[in-house]
């Protein structure tokens, strides 16, 4: 991420990168010098003392982002933070409430909503053009953690949190599924499963995607206490039915995250893997597939297209629509339409949720958000 959030920030107006703060000094510096970014260090509280830097942004491994969120915010930084947030609902409300009291501009980058098709889903949905939502579904699934010889941080619940597949994709999901229908997830029961109990743990340390090069004798079989696949069938409120799956090991899907909702009126349906078509459904007139083309996009949802049709836009895109509203957030004084660490924390008690869910074989109630 910290490649993709570079790129992000050089295409954006309002801000420029001053320095980077890595562990590995060579990496940190060949990065730095990539992207004539002037500082390299791995020194995070120079950076944090340094008084020209407004916001900090962070993108390393979950259980890192508490605590540089925290004392970010603390020296007086904004600070944008990738997803999720934290790794207890504990932190993620200390966090909020330190953002509050500081008045610091917060974001966390549940970027998806962001694809213009998603944004157009919602602009249907104000439009009162699907009717009452009756039933949202879904998936969030991936192929990259299928074999037992393959490893990442995420495996690990020190670096990343007692849940993986619903913390590092079914967040997308659900952030998703309550930004476009408006409505709550109010109870669930999930269902997590874990199909290796042990992964081969490389020796040396492996960056995301990076691992599949590595052979058989630089492993150690390591004990794993990370869900590879979460099912979870969801309320949100009195009618609106729901469920979803986020899976690790799905073979053949890369990034496959799909979103059917149902309304009274009509339907729509999304897949991630074909960002620029809309499925519009309809009982009683013909089907259709609405291919993204701004003059023709729903009233907000024309200002997340930069392309004219035909043109795609994807994955890096949705990280610019973010970047672009958090930091002229910074200096400006209307609406933030963005996802601040409230919105962090709402993923976190819908995690905690679904972690309590599975464990006791049985569904929870949802907490509302604090008004
Ligand atoms: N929003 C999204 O679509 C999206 C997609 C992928 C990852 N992420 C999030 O981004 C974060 C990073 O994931 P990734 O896939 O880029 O991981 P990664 O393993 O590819 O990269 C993590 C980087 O952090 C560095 N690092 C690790 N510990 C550090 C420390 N203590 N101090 C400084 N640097 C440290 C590593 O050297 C590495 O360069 C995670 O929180 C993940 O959930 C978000």
Not at 347 to 360: E, F
């Amino acid at each position: 991420m910290g490649r993709v959030h570079l790129e992000a920030v050089q295409r954006v107006e309002s801000v420029e990168a001053a320095a980077i703060f890595g562990r590995n000094d060579d990496a940190t510096a060949r990065l730095a010098a990539a992207f004539s970014v002037p500082q390299a260090t791995s020194d995070y509280r120079k950076l944090l003392h340094d008084q020209t830097i407004d916001a900090v942004d962070i993108c390393t491994p979950n259980a890192q982002h508490f605590s540089m969120a925290k004392e970010a915010l603390q020296a007086g930084k904004h600070v944008l933070c990738e997803k999720p947030l934290t790794t207890t609902v504990a932190e993620a409300e200390e966090l909020v409430a330190l953002a509050a009291r500081s008045k610091l501009r917060n974001g966390v980058c549940h970027n998806l909503r962001y694809y213009p098709q998603v944004q157009q889903m919602r602009a249907l949905r104000e439009a009162g053009e699907l009717g009452e939502i009756l039933v949202v579904q879904g998936t969030y699934s991936q192929d990259w953690l299928l074999y037992d010889t393959d490893w990442n941080w995420r495996v690990d619940a020190k670096a990343a949190g007692a849940s993986r597949a619903m913390a590092d994709i079914g967040s997308h999901f659900f952030d998703m599924a309550e930004h476009v229908t408006g409505l709550r997830v109010s109870s669930l029961c999930a269902d997590l499963q874990t199909f290796h109990k042990t992964r081969k743990q490389p020796k040396g340390s492996v960056e995301t995607f990076a691992n599949k090069m590595m052979s058989p004798e630089d492993y150690v079989e390591t004990p794993v206490d990370t869900e590879d696949f979460g099912a979870v069938v969801f309320r949100m409120g009195d009618r609106t039915r729901g469920a979803m799956t986020a899976s690790q090991v799905s073979a053949g899907r890369k990034n496959g995250l799909s979103i059917e909702i149902y309304g009274s009126k009509a339907s729509v349906a999304w897949n991630q893997e074909r960002p620029d078509e809309l499925w519009v459904g309809h009982r009683d007139t013909g089907n259709s597939i609405f291919v993204k083309d701004p003059s023709l996009l729903t009233g907000k949802a024309r200002g997340y297209a930069d392309l004219p049709g035909g043109h795609s836009e994807g994955y890096d895109d949705t990280f610019k629509q973010v970047f672009r509203r958090f930091y002229a957030s910074i200096s400006a004084t209307d609406s933030i339409e963005y996802p601040q660490f409230a919105d962090g924390l709402r993923q976190m008690v819908i995690l905690d949720s679904v972690l309590a869910s599975s464990a006791a074989r049985k569904w929870v109630e949802v907490p509302s958000p604090k008004k």
